[in-house]
C-alpha cells in the first residue's frame, strides 16, 4: 500500500518517527516533506499530499503539524480528500467506517509518538463501512 506523508516545522520530528514506522510495517512512504524544522507553511505540504492521494498515486495521505487542525482544512480543500484530524485511535476508526477518510492528520505536538502510531495502525487497517454510510459520503462528495 502506498502512502503519501508531508508535515510542517512542527510535525517534522514525528513526520520522521511514523515514516520509519510504516516502512517497518510494510508500507511504500512517498515522503513529501519537510525536509527540516526549518519553518514552512503547512498548506503547501496538504495540497502536495492531497493532490498526490486525488491522483490515485497513493492509496492514503498522512499529515503532521502542531495540531492537524491546519492540515485537515487545506486538504479538505482539495476535490476527492476527505480529511479526518484524528487524535485518538477510536477516532481513526469511525473516520475510516464512517466517513471513508482518506487522508489522515495528526498532532506533533500534542499528541504522543506511541498515539499516534496507534491512530495510523488503526486508520490504515480499518475499512469503510459502507451501508448507511454510502448516501452520507455521496453527499459530502457532491458539496465539491
Ligand atoms: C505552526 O506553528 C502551526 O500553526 C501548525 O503546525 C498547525 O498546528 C496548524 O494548524
Known sequence: ????????HAGFEQKELLKNYLIEQGFTVHDK?????ERVDYPDFAKTVSE????????????VCGTGI???????????????????????QL???HNNANV???????VDLETNKA?????????FGGGRH????????ELE
Do not use: Q
Not at 500500500?1 to 510542517?8: C, F, P, R
Not at 516533506?33 to 524544522?37: A, K, L, P, T
Not at 485537515?72 to 484530524?85: E, L, M
Not at 489522515?104 to 500534542?110: E, I, L, Q
Open 33 to 37: 516533506g519537510c525536509f527540516s524544522e
Open 104 to 110: 489522515v492528520t495528526v498532532s506533533g505536538r500534542f
Open 134 to 141: 454510502e448516501c452520507r459520503v455521496s453527499k459530502i462528495m
Open 1 to 8: 500500500m502506498n502512502i503519501a506523508m508531508g508535515a510542517d
Open 52 to 63: 498526490a492521494v486525488a491522483a490515485g498515486e497513493a492509496d492514503f495521505g498522512v499529515l
Open 119 to 127: 491512530i495510523l495502525d488503526t486508520f490504515l487497517n480499518t475499512e
Open 95 to 97: 473516520a475510516r467506517e
Open 70 to 92: 491546519g492540515m485537515a482544512i487545506a486538504a479538505n480543500k482539495v476535490d476527492g480528500i476527505r480529511a479526518a484530524n484524528v487524535i485518538t485511535p477510536e477516532f481513526a
